[in-house]
């Protein structure tokens, strides 16, 4: 099965979109590495480091990822 038909990957993508989007809204960022528009931006807003890891551990989260870590969780 190719990687794109795989129905858990695509949930776990459609789940990391909407957390992207849902996080954005909520630290305000607008930053060329967040956003197309902020690229241009005269005022840009970038996420702070708390943001950020907030943003990663739930991101790890959703695609199966040691939250902490961002390593494999064992197999069990």
Do not use: C, K
Not at 14 to 33: G, K, N
Not at 50 to 61: F, I, N, S
């Amino acid at each position: 099965m190719a990687m794109n038909d795989d129905p858990e990957r695509q949930r776990r993508l459609r789940e990391l979109a909407e957390l992207h989007a849902r996080w954005q809204a909520t630290h305000r960022v607008d930053d060329v590495d967040f956003t197309p528009e902020g690229a241009d931006s005269a005022q840009r807003r970038s996420p702070s480091a708390q943001a950020q890891r907030e943003y990663m551990r739930q991101a790890r989260e959703i695609m199966g990822l040691d939250p902490d870590t961002g390593h494999y969780r064992d197999a069990e």
